[in-house]
């Protein structure tokens, strides 16, 4: 079972390893994105597997079927990136659905405390031995009210650990949970009334730039923007406006709409060529982590795992669970 591994980086090949040479699948690693370009280092493999930034559109998957590829193991959750309406008839497509939803909420929580506290900038003070408070002044989250858009694994456990501060938990989601446990409102409602808004759901094109420069209008002003999801969920020039005006306090950023180039890499000697994503990254109220919330011990373990298991039930003619399809 060789299967070749786009986008590869060095966290990714111990568990990859580990579980590969327990189910007899032998894993031959690239560091560079599969795209038109790259698919021919398919050849001869039975399977490949891809990340959030590597391109599965209909002319690769073409080309991979054309080189004997039987099935595209993404290892991550989201399939934006994929043809999956192309990929049907001709190529089996899985993914990872649910790696560790903790280690993404926790990541997302972990951004809003260093936003409202100031400890990014708490810590480049200290390290000079400036011990001064002025400019620190954060504010309580208890008592706030958090706007969830998105209520899967991830979204309500990242609503759990707001209620154990005390928060207000609110949601939107067009397939609600129907327990009762989850307070839900319309999008416009869930914009007006919360002081924090988290996004967790998938990048489709309905909800592509679900927060737009329409839609920002709606907020309440000094909201504090987290996104740990899709980038494309947010407009980010809209986004860059509205913190520019004031409406928007603050922005937590773990993914973005145009990361594709720029996340990933070491570009400290560079100059970086994306204008909105300088402008971002410069202003003292916006913290930009590069698509890091999965990346926990936990979370690479349970992705090599799932998707190895992915490749041999497909290799042996199982039935997997994890199979995307366009039914």
């Known amino acids: ?78 399939y934006n990136n994929v043809d999956i309406a192309h990929a049907k008839g001709k190529i089996k497509v899985v993914r990872v659905p649910a790696y560790s939803p903790y280690a993404v909420a926790e990541h997302a929580m972990a951004m809003l405390l260093t936003s409202v506290r100031r400890i990014h900038k708490a810590f480049i003070r200290t390290r000079d031995f400036n011990f001064s408070l002025n400019g620190l002044t954060g504010f309580d989250l208890h008592g706030r009210t958090v706007g969830i858009i998105g209520t899967g694994k991830i979204g309500r456990v990242f609503g759990d650990i707001c209620r154990g501060f005390g928060m207000k938990v609110i949601a939107y989601d067009k397939y609600p949970d129907n327990s009762g446990k989850i307070e839900y409102v319309p999008l416009d409602v869930l914009f007006e009334q919360s002081d924090i808004i988290s996004f967790h759901c998938p990048l489709t094109a309905e909800t592509y730039h679900t927060l737009n420069a329409e839609n920002i209008q709606k907020l309440r002003k000094g909201v504090v923007i987290i996104n740990t999801s899709r980038g494309a969920l947010i407009d980010a020039e809209a986004l860059l406006e509205g ?68 490749i041999v039930k497909l290799h042996n003619g199982e039935k997997c669970k994890n199979e995307l399809t366009t039914e």
């Open 243 to 310: 913190i520019k005006s004031r409406r928007i306090g603050a922005a937590c950023l773990d993914v973005y709409e145009e990361e594709a180039d720029f996340f990933f890499k070491d570009l400290s000697g560079h100059i970086m060529g994306d204008d909105v994503l300088a402008r971002l990254i410069s202003m003292p109220n916006v913290i930009v982590t590069s698509h890091q919330a999965f990346l926990t011990e936990e979370a690479l373990s349970n992705i090599a795992e799932t998707t190895v298991d992915n």
């Open 1 to 78: 079972m060789k299967t070749a591994v786009f986008d590869t980086k060095p966290y990714d090949i111990p568990a990859f390893e580990r579980f590969g040479n327990e189910n007899g699948v032998t894993f031959i690693y690239y560091e560079t994105k599969l795209n038109e370009r790259t698919v021919s280092l398919a050849n001869g493999c039975e399977a490949v597997c891809v990340f959030v930034n590597d391109t599965v559109n209909a002319a690769v998957i073409d080309e991979l079927a054309d080189l004997g590829v039987r099935t595209i193991a993404l290892r991550c959750a989201g």
